[in-house]
């Protein structure tokens, strides 16, 4: 079971959109569209913004997109704002009841 | 409101067992929803999922950690336990608990965090 692999960092002015990929392998990302996005500010816990790859929880603004394809599933965040700089992690299930996360991506609104 | 507290000490040394309480409110611990567990983050790292437990009992493990991890649940006190036995100074993280919603299949509601320092 190896970490989900993921860019660093990615970066983007206040209005433009940026996309945050996420690699697998066929026995978690390509076999299961579970992918699930985390938001992490800095000294707070995670915040869930994407679930089973697509769907947004109740009070996730709509400027938060998920998709996959094949092995890579993405995070897409439109009309960037001050307030969406953080740490973004993905998380795929990845059968028999086990997890496994990326190494996360820091977002910086230029 | 759902909510969920880790408790523990701050500081185990090494070879010695790391032990957590996760304290849930709000909500019961014995859903037929729900998995509750645990997720760690060393400082300036990614996050690493430890394991889950159903209210039943029936626990899952990171296989990378399964040797040395017992997560375990309380339902008369809404709670579950994490034991994290020989541990090292690669043991050093944020410890958090959370819930994984079924329907969801993702971690829905996160406790703040605890920092377990393993130090002699």
């Known amino acids: 079971q190896s970490a989900l692999t993921q860019p660093a960092s990615v970066s983007g002015s206040p209005g433009q959109s940026i996309t945050i990929s996420c690699t697998g392998t066929?026995?978690?990302?390509?076999?299961?569209?579970?992918v699930s996005w985390y938001q992490q500010h800095p000294g707070k816990a995670p915040k869930l913004m994407i679930y089973?790859?697509?769907k947004r929880p109740s009070g996730v603004s709509n400027r938060f997109s998920g998709s996959k394809s094949g092995n890579t599933a993405s995070l897409t965040v439109s009309g960037l704002q001050a307030e969406d700089e953080a740490d973004y992690y993905c998380?795929?299930?990845?059968?028999?009841?086990?997890?496994?996360f990326g190494g996360g991506t820091k977002l910086t609104v230029l | 409101q759902l909510q969920l507290q880790e408790s523990g000490p701050g500081l185990v040394k090494p070879s010695e067992t790391l032990s957590l309480t996760c304290t849930v409110s709000?909500?019961?611990?014995?859903?037929?929803?729900?998995?509750w567990g645990w997720i760690r983050q060393p400082p300036g790292k990614g996050l690493e999922w430890i394991g889950v437990?159903?209210?039943?009992?029936?626990?899952y493990y990171n296989p990378s950690l399964k040797s040395r991890v017992t997560i375990s649940v309380d339902t008369s006190k809404n709670q579950f336990s994490l034991k994290l036995s020989s541990v090292t100074a690669a043991d050093t993280a944020v410890y958090y608990c959370?819930?994984?919603?079924?329907?969801?299949?993702?971690?829905?509601?996160w406790g703040q965090g605890t920092l377990v320092t393993v130090s002699s």
């Open positions: 998380c795929s299930y990845a059968g028999s009841t086990t997890w496994v």
């Open positions: 066929s026995s978690d990302v390509g076999n299961y569209n579970l």
């Open positions: 709000g909500g019961s611990i014995s859903s037929s929803s729900y998995y």
């Open positions: 437990i159903y209210y039943s009992g029936g626990t």
């Open positions: 089973e790859g697509s």
């Open positions: 959370a819930r994984d919603d079924t329907t969801m299949v993702s971690f829905d509601h």
